[in-house]
């Protein structure tokens, strides 16, 4: 067996015209997947799937699906239309996810929901939607993009609601593969440290300024902080989100992985 063949296998990439979900459609299209990406602007995923494309020269294992995942009868009607055109679609990424920051004192309720929404409930609905074709094909890889922020709070204010929705992302996952499991299908997550994609580019700025240093000085502090001295990049997440969606992880399940410069070793 080859561990990390995807041929034969259908995807879809919730999130993935964005920094991290659109190498991880390359990396599992060059394993052999046919790969979707959704998300809500069609703009973003028209050119993603272009340069996609245009990167690996295939052609034909691209397509993407307008879809909010936190609307349940468009998630729902995504499934449907995805697992016709293109399969049995049997590998599932969640790597959708926004980001406000605001200390608690002015956090509005409304925008902590918004956070939740988007980055649990949706992971929820994905997971109602496509599960049930994954057990009619008694397999199945679910595979969530958590965070470090999960685990480890910030010592700085701006992180109530990110962090609380990857904590309750984590334990949706282990519910989700304690569920699943009977029915061949595998619910793992994986949690980055802070990596440079268009979500954080803004936080990065905010952060400097508010040091009153640039942004690549406060990126080398950051580095400086971690076992493994730099920061990470998205690429470096791509080879534990191909091991989730490969049979080198048949067995695993309900389980978290850090990909994060060694931070949850010492934080
Ligand atoms: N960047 C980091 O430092 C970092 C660190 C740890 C964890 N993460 C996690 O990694 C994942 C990917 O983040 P990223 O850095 O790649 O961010 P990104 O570049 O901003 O990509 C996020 C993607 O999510 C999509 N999205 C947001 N809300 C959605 C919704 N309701 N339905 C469907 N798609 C939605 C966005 O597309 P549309 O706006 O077009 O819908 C975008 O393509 C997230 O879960 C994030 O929390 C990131």
């Given at each position: 067996?080859n561990?990390f063949?995807?041929t034969?296998?259908?995807?879809?990439i919730?999130?993935?015209a964005?920094?991290?979900g659109?190498?991880?459609?390359?990396?599992?299209?060059?394993?052999?997947?046919?790969?979707?990406?959704a998300?809500?602007?069609e703009?973003k995923?028209a050119?993603?799937?272009?340069?996609?494309?245009?990167?690996t020269g295939l052609?034909?294992?691209?397509r993407y699906?307008v879809?909010?995942?936190?609307?349940?009868p468009?998630?729902?009607?995504?499934?449907k239309?995805?697992?016709e055109?293109?399969?049995?679609?049997?590998?599932l990424?969640n790597?959708q996810?926004?980001n406000?920051?605001?200390?608690?004192?002015?956090?509005?309720?409304?925008?902590?929901?918004?956070?939740?929404n988007?980055?649990?409930?949706?992971i929820?609905?994905?997971a109602?939607?496509?599960?049930p074709?994954?057990?009619?094909a008694?397999?199945g890889?679910?595979?969530?993009?958590?965070s470090?922020r999960?685990?480890?709070?910030?010592?700085?204010?701006g992180n109530?609601?990110y962090?609380?929705?990857?904590?309750a992302?984590?334990?949706?996952?282990?519910?989700?593969?304690?569920?699943?499991?009977?029915?061949g299908?595998?619910?793992?997550a994986?949690g980055p440290?802070i990596?440079?994609?268009?979500?954080?580019n803004?936080?990065?700025?905010?952060?400097?300024?508010?040091?009153?240093?640039?942004?690549?000085e406060?990126?080398?502090r950051?580095?400086?902080?971690?076992?493994?001295?730099?920061m990470?990049?998205p690429?470096?997440?791509?080879?534990t989100?191909?091991?989730?969606?490969?049979?080198?992880?048949d067995?695993?399940?309900?389980n978290?992985l850090?990909?994060?410069g060694?931070?949850t070793?010492?934080?």
């Amino acid at each position: 067996m080859n561990f990390f063949d995807l041929t034969g296998k259908n995807a879809i990439i919730f999130g993935g015209a964005g920094g991290l979900g659109k190498l991880i459609a390359r990396e599992y299209a060059l394993a052999g997947a046919k790969v979707a990406i959704a998300s809500r602007s069609e703009e973003k995923l028209a050119a993603a799937v272009a340069d996609l494309k245009a990167e690996t020269g295939l052609e034909d294992a691209f397509r993407y699906y307008v879809c909010d995942a936190t609307d349940e009868p468009a998630v729902e009607a995504t499934a449907k239309k995805a697992n016709e055109e293109m399969g049995p679609v049997t590998i599932l990424v969640n790597s959708q996810g926004i980001n406000k920051k605001f200390p608690v004192f002015e956090f509005a309720v409304e925008d902590f929901n918004n956070v939740m929404n988007a980055n649990v409930t949706s992971i929820l609905i994905t997971a109602k939607h496509f599960a049930p074709y994954m057990k009619e094909a008694h397999y199945g890889k679910i595979v969530n993009v958590s965070s470090v922020r999960g685990r480890i709070a910030t010592k700085g204010p701006g992180n109530a609601a990110y962090c609380s929705s990857k904590g309750a992302e984590d334990m949706l996952t282990k519910v989700l593969a304690a569920e699943l499991g009977p029915y061949g299908i595998t619910v793992n997550a994986f949690g980055p440290n802070i990596m440079k994609t268009p979500m954080m580019n803004k936080i990065f700025e905010m952060r400097a300024n508010e040091a009153g240093i640039t942004v690549e000085e406060y990126l080398d502090r950051q580095a400086a902080n971690l076992p493994l001295r730099r920061m990470s990049d998205p690429i470096d997440c791509v080879g534990t989100a191909l091991f989730l969606a490969a049979p080198a992880s048949d067995f695993l399940t309900g389980n978290l992985l850090y990909p994060d410069g060694g931070l949850t070793a010492i934080g």
